[in-house]
């Protein structure tokens, strides 16, 4: 089992920047790659970015560029930098852990973001 604890999230005015860490505790040597993922009121879920254990990075669409994802030399915490926010990055953020099935199998509670224009 792994449990997973966002912070970070907040309220922000357009152009502003917020930083989101993901902390994570039991059998973390089975995750195999974290994701941010968000969920805006009334949409589906979709991918903000992802590393994996290898340090492999991707990034949606909509916030490359803007948004960095990254860790220190343990795995813990996962961060993701937010810059440049606009109201569409409004949503709820949650990270996500993926095990040997390469599976997003356990998520974090989430944290809310809100971007103010």
């Known amino acids: 089992q792994v449990q997973l604890v966002e912070s970070g999230g907040g309220w922000v005015q357009a152009g502003g920047s917020l930083r989101l860490a993901c902390a994570a505790s039991g059998s973390t040597f089975s995750i195999t790659a974290i994701g941010w993922y968000r969920q805006a009121s009334g949409k589906q879920r979709e991918l903000v970015a992802s590393?994996?254990?290898?340090?492999?990075?991707i990034y949606g669409n909509s916030v490359m560029g803007r948004f960095t994802i990254s860790r220190d030399n343990a795995k813990f915490p996962v961060y993701l930098q937010m810059n440049s926010l606009k109201p569409e990055d409004t949503a709820t953020y949650y990270c996500g852990a993926a095990g040997k099935t390469f599976t997003y199998d356990y998520w974090g509670q989430g944290t809310q973001v809100t971007v103010s224009s």
């Open positions: 590393i994996s254990s290898d340090g492999a990075t």
